[in-house]
């Protein structure tokens, strides 16, 4: 591994042997160090400052939401589903659902919902939604789906079905353990105040002034759990069919609260903060508290140093979650403590934590957006249905719970994955997993009888049938109705672009897809469909921001409905040979 391309060495590993290998500074560095050789010291003091290995997060839900909730109250909203009467009764009303109104999910042209956030994050399994109601006025579902003209979202009736979320035992297990945590770390950080302290100017300092702490108002609690979450899916998205399935792009809704944080605002806790001040002056229990006050007594309380000009919607985050629990930032500001010879004085002024899906708790100062926003975010992801009495979704979703969290991470620098000779960079190796969901008992749905001749002239329709439409009885829609449609299973995964064509890319790229299948290997899998098909490329990084976003490629691996436990090497050799050869490169010398 190494930080940049410039941490990377040419290097005959053997004295008189022409065979040259690419290392990293790291490694050589440790080698020279075993080996008392310090002759190379500008690049044994760059390697000794190189940047360690990290994960790189993607770019901010939060920052995505609030820049698509700024947009909507412009107009700049899914242009191509919503209609103009539509819009123009948004701009003008002052409710929260006009504001936001209820958009057609997926438009005709384009497969729609572009303008959503496209959903990179992952989401804790625990956070994953126990019910998932699915949309599907076109039947989608059923892998049948209806065929009528008019595919806009509201030509057609809505119909809902229920899906529970299905986890394999052992990480359902896990999940129920995860929500506890959760549960108790929540009710941790509702039973903490947190005190924030400034520190002094250079004038006050001189003027004896004292130091003055405030309590941030009580924590609000995060959901330590999703009870539902809808899907909103259509035939115009469809993104890619094969043999055992089909992929929609499809529009996931969840609760805001679930990514977003409230905030309070900095200008109105100075503000409270100097009417309290002048309140107790006025009052002359100024001077009281200067000469004495008892401390009120708390269940746990820990106070943040932090600087005059504190911005707390920077999101300053005061809770630092790791794997091992989570425990509270003392210092998140890295600002010097206070000095211990001054007077400390806390004021209580009204505060309180603000959330723009509930304009009640807004300010005048609007640090979030004008208009009021809804209680729910709408995210773009890739649905995969199964086709009828096969496996291999089930399989996969098993897959997607086994799999290593670096498999969804992704990483700085580059790495060498033999037979590679040339550095690649670490991003994450498969799409994010989101959930895998059943049909609920009871959510089948009578199969409907359509007269889509409704669309055309009132001629009877005869043409548009398989025969004379006059056999057609009302005893038969009683026998039809009462059939029970096929509903597949939902495997919910980010949505990671289009399938690549090898030829097109270029040397760099192609060693990068190569590496997807040898990192896959080293970890001990089987990929079992090594296909350009089951390559994804997109524009940019999950790491980048869209308006920032590069011209460069990122790719991930899909399809594991095959995938299994590397048993014999022969078997891992054969697919990494199959690998090289779908891009014409040759085993270790990547010659063309």
């Not at 100097?274 to 401390?295: F, P, T, Y």
Request: hydrophobic share 35%; proline share 7%.
């Amino acid at each position: 591994w190494g930080a940049t391309l410039y941490d990377f060495y040419h290097v005959y590993r053997i004295p008189g042997v022409s065979a040259i290998a690419k290392l990293p500074g790291s490694k050589l560095l440790n080698v020279m160090k075993k080996l008392g050789e310090f002759y190379a010291k500008d690049e044994l003091l760059w390697a000794a400052n190189e940047e360690d290995p990290r994960v790189v997060p993607v770019a901010d839900t939060k920052v995505l939401i609030e820049a698509y909730e700024n947009r909507v109250p412009m107009g700049i909203y899914n242009e191509h589903s919503m209609v103009d009467a539509v819009r123009e009764s948004a701009t003008r009303s002052r409710s929260v659902r006009a504001q936001i109104p209820p958009s057609e999910p997926l438009d005709r042209e384009g497969g729609g919902g572009d303008d959503n956030v496209h959903l990179q994050e992952r989401i804790p399994l625990h956070l994953l939604p126990e019910t998932l109601y699915a949309h599907d006025p076109f039947n989608v579902l059923s892998l049948n789906p209806r065929k009528v003209k008019d595919t806009t979202w509201l030509s057609q009736p809505d119909l809902i079905r229920k899906y529970t979320l299905s986890l394999s035992p052992d990480v359902q297990d896990e999940v129920n353990r995860a929500k506890k945590r959760a549960e108790e770390m929540e009710e941790l950080k509702a039973r903490t105040l947190i005190i924030l302290r400034y520190t002094r100017t250079k004038e006050q300092v001189e003027n004896h002034e004292p130091t003055i702490e405030v309590p941030l108002p009580p924590y609000h609690r995060r959901l330590a759990k999703v009870e539902d979450g809808h899907l909103y899916i259509s035939p115009v998205a469809k993104i890619g069919s094969g043999n055992h399935s089909v992929v929609y792009k499809a529009e996931w809704e969840l609760p805001r609260d679930l990514l977003m944080e409230p905030r309070f605002c900095e200008a109105c806790m100075k503000e409270r903060t100097q009417e309290e001040i002048q309140r107790l002056k006025d009052s002359g229990r100024w001077d009281k508290l200067l000469r004495a006050a008892d401390g009120e007594v708390i269940e746990r309380e820990i106070t943040c140093i932090v600087s005059p000009a504190f911005l707390h919607r920077t999101y300053c985050n005061f809770w630092n979650e790791t794997r091992y629990g989570i425990r509270l930032r003392r210092n998140p500001m890295n600002i010097a403590p206070t000095n211990a010879d001054s007077i400390v004085l806390r004021v209580n002024p009204t505060l309180t934590y603000q959330n723009p899906s509930r304009p009640e708790t807004l300010c005048q100062h609007r640090i979030f957006p004008s208009s009021p926003v809804p209680r729910t975010a709408r995210f773009n992801v890739a649905a995969k249905l199964s086709i009828e009495n096969d496996r291999h979704l089930a399989r996969e979703a098993q897959n997607y719970q086994k799999f290593p969290e670096h498999f969804f991470q992704n990483y700085n620098g580059y790495n060498i994955v033999p037979p590679i000779h040339d550095p690649v960079p670490v991003h994450a190796l498969v799409p994010q997993f989101y959930g895998y969901y059943t049909p609920s008992p009871g959510s089948e749905v009578p199969t409907e009888l359509r007269d889509d001749s409704d669309d055309d002239d009132d001629d009877g329709g005869a043409g548009d049938g398989d025969g004379d439409g006059d056999d057609h009885t009302d005893d038969d829609d009683k026998v039809v109705a009462t059939e029970r449609l096929y509903l597949s299973p939902i495997l919910l995964l980010e949505h990671c672009g289009s399938p690549i064509e090898p030829d097109d890319l270029s040397i760099d790229d192609q060693q990068e897809c190569t590496s997807l299948f040898l990192r896959l290997h080293e970890e001990g899998w089987l990929h079992e469909s090594v296909a350009a098909r089951n390559i994804l490329a997109q524009q940019g990084s999950p790491t980048e921001f869209p308006a920032f976003s590069r011209k460069q490629l990122s790719f991930r691996l899909i399809d594991f409905g095959r995938s299994r436990a590397c048993e014999k090497s022969a078997e891992r050799m054969s697919e990494e040979t199959a690998a090289l050869a779908l891009f014409r490169l040759q085993h270790g010398a990547f010659l063309r």
